[in-house]
């Protein structure tokens, strides 16, 4: 029984093996007839229509060509111009040439003397000889001389006598020239900088590079620039960059030089006299000042109050537990989270930035306008959008709670929704984008 199993088990495995032969077989000839039509057919059509339409007609204009130089010289054969036509003739010409150019040169090396290098080929034979003719003053003194300056001031020459210095010795060359002697160069220091400059972000920059480029401390890059310690840094990014180390200050009403300088830890005298003010009181509002060597305050330490350990499910099941963030107006979009920590940049792949936090980070507009969409969206998942006016929208994604519905209007800072993984999403974060004029840009570059 187990024999007769194992024979019909070969049959089997037999007949498997010629049906896996046969299809190889069809899959060849399959591939054969593809490559014959879809390759090697066009490349007959190709190569047929070059050969017609280029080659025959290049070919007839060839023969038509030769034909026609023949027709003008067969009748000179055996007389003068059949041949002044050949290339024998041209090449005795050419070398007839050579001779006698080299044999003009050998002369004109050997009467060099008489009438000057006028030769190529002998001035390059020939060694360059030069003779040096030093001219000095035939008098060590002169008696002083006085003159008239625009000025209208009488100014005396001194008398040159022996303690004098010699004067540099002028050169003359056999042909004429005159070289003149060496002179002490005058070294002007560079200027400092005294305008702000905008720095863009070069791949593999750091600030510490940026701040070592421009004569500066590292930190007065990250206080201009409201940066933190563990802030990052993107190619294409503009740094604003002082021009020395310390910080600058916008005037508000009702500020004086010397509050300014106590504040920021500088002296008066040295705010006045980097930025060219008559006197202290001669600052405007709203006008920019560079504080050399200041230190912005210290912001006040945040007082921590104990919390519920219930007090995150409270957040997250609760629309009035989120708080508002405090409006940070200027020419930047507000930052939508209070993380600023980035897991992954904006690239031409991945249209937006993300960044991190947990399930009852609060997501705030970056602006001031209408929601335009609040809901599910594919990839997105729970996504909010906010139409600011001016073809500017930003997009916020992966949510888990919406605070807003389409149609409502949002203030900067304002709390709209929670900070999910809802959609196409590994963790915990917000993908957030900046939409102008129906493009998706780097939203760095706004905020």
Not at 67 to 79: E, H, V
Not at 393 to 398: E, I, P, Q, S, V
Request: hydrophobic share 40%; proline share 6%; net charge neutral.
């Amino acid at each position: 029984m187990e024999k007769e199993i194992s024979i019909q088990l070969k049959k089997n495995l037999v007949h498997l093996l010629v049906i896996f032969l046969k299809l190889l077989i069809f899959l060849g000839k399959a591939v054969s007839l593809l490559c014959r039509y879809l390759i090697i057919k066009p490349l007959e059509i190709i190569g047929k229509f070059i050969f017609q339409f280029f080659v025959v007609r290049l070919y007839k204009i060839y023969l038509l060509a030769k034909n026609q130089i023949r027709a003008i010289y067969r009748p000179a054969k055996g007389k003068l111009l059949y041949p002044l036509s050949t290339r024998y003739i041209v090449h005795a010409l050419v070398i007839l040439l050579a001779i006698l150019v080299v044999t003009n040169s050998l002369n004109a090396k050997e009467t060099n003397e008489e009438f000057g290098q006028t030769s190529l080929l002998a001035s390059l034979v020939q060694p360059f000889q030069e003779g040096m003719i030093t001219e000095t003053s035939d008098s060590a003194s002169q008696t002083a001389t006085s003159f008239m300056e625009t000025s209208g001031n009488v100014v005396g020459v001194p008398k040159m006598g022996e303690g004098t210095e010699p004067k540099e010795e002028a050169t003359v060359t056999k042909e004429g020239a005159i070289i003149k002697p060496n002179l002490v160069a005058t070294t002007i220091g560079e200027r400092p900088r005294e305008e702000v400059i905008y720095h863009e972000v070069q791949g593999g920059e750091t600030v510490s590079e940026i701040a070592a480029r421009y004569g500066i401390s590292t930190d007065t890059i990250l206080w201009e620039n409201k940066l933190g310690p563990r802030d990052f840094i993107k190619p294409g990014q503009k740094l604003t960059i002082l021009p020395t180390s310390g910080a600058s200050y916008q005037v508000k009403s009702g500020d004086t030089l010397e509050k300014i300088a106590q504040k920021y830890s500088v002296d008066v005298n040295g705010i006045i006299d980097f930025n060219n003010l008559p006197a202290a009181e001669a600052i405007l509002v709203d006008q920019i000042l560079i504080l050399p060597g200041g230190t912005p305050p210290a912001p006040p330490t945040p007082v921590i109050e104990p919390r519920s350990r219930f007090a995150s499910l409270q957040d997250f099941f609760s629309p009035t537990g989120a708080v508002d963030a405090t409006p940070n107006y200027g020419t930047n979009l507000q930052w939508p989270t209070p993380s600023r920590k980035i897991n992954q940049y904006f690239s031409w792949r991945h249209t937006g930035v993300d960044i991190d936090g947990t399930y009852t980070s609060p997501i705030y507009a970056a602006d001031t306008g209408r929601v335009e969409a609040a809901g599910w969206q594919s990839g997105y998942g729970l996504r909010i959008v906010v139409n600011h006016g001016n073809g500017i929208k930003t997009l916020y994604g992966h949510l888990s709670k919406t605070h807003v519905s389409v149609g409502d209007s949002v203030s900067r800072g304002q709390t709209i929704a929670t900070m999910g993984c809802t959609g196409w999403c590994t963790g915990t974060h917000l993908h957030f984008e900046v939409i102008i004029g129906g493009r998706k840009l780097n939203p760095l570059n706004y905020l």
